[in-house]
């Protein structure tokens, strides 16, 4: 396992689509705990795969109830609103406010190639929207209304 650089805003990319991942490897496997040793590394609460320079639909996610690793990740379904502070690993000292749903639920595979749904509300729903977005080239920044202020 090993910490990966994070690439940061201006690469190119980040504004890729990712490719769908058909057969799950080592060097998946690897690439899904050198995503979490960097995540980890870098107190963030998420990051995909092309973050770490990889064009495939892999994100990992932990909002503090521990790593939820995701590959082809999509959502299925989503409800409510919520408007809040967001920030990037790829955008250092960048925060602005976002809307994102305030309830989502995304069907994706496990790293045993085992296909789960699972929700998330408020700050979940907030980290798995991100990254998916990630995975389409979007990033944050894209969708801010207003930059804020945030001490770190």
């Not at 790593?67 to 967001?86: D, M, R």
């Not at 894209?142 to 770190?152: A, L, N, P, R, S």
């Given at each position: 396992?090993?910490?990966?650089?994070?690439?940061?805003?201006?690469?190119?990319?980040?504004?890729?689509?990712?490719?769908?991942?058909?057969?799950?490897?080592?060097?998946?496997?690897?690439?899904?705990?050198?995503?979490?040793?960097?995540?980890?590394?870098?107190?963030?609460?998420?990051?995909?795969?092309?973050?770490?320079?990889?064009?495939?639909?892999?994100?990992?996610?932990?909002?503090?109830?521990?790593?939820?690793?995701?590959?082809?990740?999509?959502?299925?379904?989503?409800?409510?609103?919520?408007?809040?502070?967001?920030?990037?690993?790829?955008?250092?000292?960048?925060?602005?406010?976002?809307?994102?749903?305030?309830?989502?639920?995304?069907?994706?595979?496990?790293?045993?190639?085992?296909?789960?749904?699972?929700?998330?509300?408020?700050l979940l729903a907030r980290a798995f929207c991100h990254e998916i977005d990630h995975l389409d080239g979007k990033l944050f920044v894209?969708?801010?209304?207003?930059?804020?202020?945030?001490?770190?």
């Open positions: 396992m090993a910490i990966r650089t994070i690439r940061k805003f201006g690469d190119d990319i980040l504004r890729k689509k990712c490719r769908t991942v058909d057969k799950i490897d080592d060097r998946i496997i690897t690439l899904l705990d050198d995503m979490k040793d960097t995540l980890y590394d870098s107190d963030g609460v998420g990051l995909a795969a092309p973050q770490v320079g990889i064009l495939k639909r892999i994100a990992v996610v932990d909002i503090g109830d521990g790593p939820i690793e995701l590959i082809n990740p999509e959502i299925i379904a989503s409800c409510g609103t919520q408007n809040g502070n967001e920030g990037c690993l790829s955008v250092p000292g960048k925060y602005g406010k976002v809307e994102r749903p305030m309830t989502v639920t995304v069907r994706a595979m496990n790293r045993d190639g085992e296909i789960f749904e699972i929700t998330g509300e408020e894209d969708k801010v209304t207003e930059y804020v202020e945030v001490d770190d």
